[in-house]
């Protein structure tokens, strides 16, 4: 059995993520927003982050979620999809 291609879409729910729901990943030096859920996804699946950047769903390190920074695009396209999001970008201490 082959298995379909992948859409970036997440092959455990295709073609029905909710726009307003997405889930924070790291890659390529910052952390970007992927529609859907991560349960949506199986690991190692490419998503597209709503910046448009291809994204390898995994489980990161400690140190990509420290020392990445939130992408501004993702951040911006977020908080238009979530208009109540008013406040500051998240920062860790």
Not at 27 to 42: K, L, M
Not at 64 to 84: M, N, R, V, Y
Request: proline fraction near 10%; hydrophobic fraction near 30%.
């Amino acid at each position: 059995m082959t298995k379909p291609p992948n859409t970036g879409r997440g092959t455990r729910n295709p073609g029905r993520l909710d726009p307003q729901i997405f889930f924070w990943q790291p890659e390529n030096g910052a952390r970007h927003a992927v529609p859907g859920s991560q349960a949506d996804y199986e690991l190692g699946e490419q998503g597209q982050s709503l910046c448009a950047q291809p994204v390898r769903v995994r489980a990161a390190s400690e140190s990509e979620w420290i020392a990445f920074p939130t992408c501004d695009k993702c951040w911006q396209a977020a908080k238009s999809l979530h208009g109540e999001l008013k406040t500051a970008r998240p920062r860790l201490l």
